[in-house]
């Protein structure tokens, strides 16, 4: 529980990262390479100094198939969710991309128990709804609605849907860190090529502050995430890990709140009640 606890909250620091950022001179482009680049060489790092301090090396850990799948779920997956997710961020504002994004516990507990993964049952029925209703109130209407903007956020949260269905497999046999070194390294890898191919790699844009937010973006919001994320997802299962992670868009709004002075209404307040309530009756 703890783990996606935590996850969620590093996730919710990602929309305030990504504005700072992008008021210091980043594109799209520029953001989503620049993230995974950095992501991916501080897991490369981190597994190298596990390597020095006697665990077993990376290919003695995992099978060919797995690795190729782990690269093809951050080649495939994580990067075209992050990059709806990052566009829609540029069009619309993150209260809104929260609501939009956070359909996605319902489509992971619809298509987990389709699948024959696990059992609906009731307490985790009305955590569902519980936490639906709380993410909707917490958020609220916010911004003027773009369409595209919002077709993009639906679209990042149909994508995060399947990624988390097809990784679950994946993290029970491979150590969390060394799957999100994986994912980081195909998600590094196909935006780096796209961006530069489309125009939209623009480093030299970038002021001193926006590289600090893109650092903070991959360390907080990438590395430390995604690690938490496959950790509480091996222990607790898809639908449980999508609830716990409805503690995201309340990380975001306090955040937005403490940094660009957003207020919180009195239906925002009695939202985030329903979140902590789901969270409560989903680890009970």
Not at 229 to 250: D, H, Q, Y
């Amino acid at each position: 529980m703890f783990f996606c606890l935590a996850s969620g909250a590093a996730f919710g620091a990602m929309a305030v990262f990504g504005k700072l950022a992008y008021a210091e001179g980043a594109t799209v482009g520029t953001l989503l390479a620049l993230r995974f680049l950095f992501a991916s060489g501080l897991f490369w790092a981190g597994n190298a100094t596990s390597v020095a301090k006697g665990v077993r090396p990376l290919k003695r850990q995992l099978s060919r198939r797995d690795a190729c799948l782990a690269l093809g779920l951050g080649a495939g997956g994580y990067a075209v969710q992050a990059g709806l997710y990052f566009a829609a961020l540029s069009r619309i504002d993150a209260g809104l991309l929260s609501l939009l994004v956070f359909t996605f516990p319902v489509i992971v507990a619809v298509a987990a128990v389709a699948l024959g993964r696990e059992r609906l049952t009731r307490r985790r029925t009305s955590a569902l709804a519980i936490a639906l209703g709380g993410t909707t109130l917490f958020v609220g209407s916010t911004g003027a609605i773009d369409t595209l903007g919002v077709v993009l956020g639906l679209g990042a949260a149909v994508l995060y849907s399947a990624y988390i269905l097809v990784s679950e497999g994946v993290a029970k046999r491979m150590p969390p860190q060394m799957l999100a070194t994986l994912v980081c390294t195909g998600a590094a890898a196909a935006l780096t090529v796209s961006t530069i191919a489309l125009g939209e790699f623009r480093p030299g844009d970038l002021t001193l502050a926006g590289w600090w937010w893109l650092l903070c973006l991959a360390g907080i919001s990438t590395v430390g995430a995604i690690t938490l994320f496959f950790a509480g997802l091996k222990r607790v299962g898809p639908t449980t890990s999508s609830i716990l992670a409805t503690v995201e868009p309340l990380a975001t709004l306090v955040l937005a709140f403490l940094v660009f002075g957003d207020t919180i209404s009195a239906i925002g307040i009695a939202g985030a009640g329903l979140i902590v309530l789901a969270v409560w009756l989903v680890s009970g």
